[in-house]
């Protein structure tokens, strides 16, 4: 980790720690709770709390040993642009993602594909970020994105076939 980003984890620490109120500085969104102690301690930043939900992501990510770099998180990176889908179902946004983000996440996956093996996937998951607002996660292994919907999480899967890079989606909803 550079000294810039632990210069910033201890300037955020810091702020947390004063009472500061803060989005969730994994996320970026305004989720966190009052009480500091009583949100997520994060996994992959040491000291650091982030929202219930960036907590259970950053859990299920070390399960599958993809865990999401500090430097990628949304303190760090406000230059990147924002949409927020929380308030769409997965069914509109599959569409719109189908024809806006498709194109640009099939040439991400084919270049990711075509790479060494073992090389650095964070300039395809910074490009994959700009170029698709929403995008919530993108994953190397294997291939997949994800957005938060207001029915759940839809996730994006890539694969090829005798005819190209074929896309398709799940919508894991919430439970009710």
């Known amino acids: 980790m550079s000294d810039s980003i632990q210069k910033?984890?201890?300037?955020?620490r810091?702020?947390?720690e004063a009472?500061?109120?803060?989005?969730?500085?994994?996320?970026?969104?305004?989720?966190?709770?009052?009480?500091l102690c009583t949100n997520a301690l994060s996994r992959v930043a040491d000291g650091i709390f982030v929202c219930d939900d960036c907590?259970?992501?950053e859990a299920l990510l070390a399960f599958m040993q993809n865990p999401m770099p500090v430097d990628e998180w949304a303190f760090l990176n406000s230059d990147l642009p924002?949409?927020?889908f929380k308030d769409l179902p997965g069914k509109a946004v599959w569409e719109q993602i189908r024809m806006e983000h498709g194109p640009a996440?099939?040439?991400?996956f084919k270049r990711w594909t075509e790479d060494e093996p073992g090389s650095d996937f964070k300039p395809y998951r910074?490009?994959?970020?700009?170029?698709?607002?929403?995008?919530?996660?993108?994953?190397?292994?294997?291939?997949?994105?994800?957005?938060e919907v207001a029915d759940g999480q839809l996730i994006?899967?890539?694969?090829?076939?005798?005819?190209?890079?074929?896309?398709?989606?799940?919508?894991?909803?919430?439970?009710?």
């Open 8 to 12: 910033a984890l201890a300037d955020l």
């Open 14 to 16: 810091a702020r947390q």
């Open 19 to 35: 009472g500061e109120h803060m989005t969730c500085p994994r996320c970026g969104k305004d989720t966190m709770k009052p009480a």
């Open 55 to 57: 907590g259970t992501q």
């Open 82 to 84: 924002s949409v927020d």
């Open 105 to 108: 996440l099939i040439s991400i």
């Open 126 to 147: 910074r490009e994959a970020m700009k170029r698709c607002p929403g995008l919530t996660q993108i994953w190397e292994h294997p291939f997949q994105a994800m957005y």
């Open 156 to 176: 994006l899967r890539f694969r090829y076939t005798k005819d190209g890079v074929e896309l398709t989606a799940d919508l894991i909803e919430n439970d009710k």
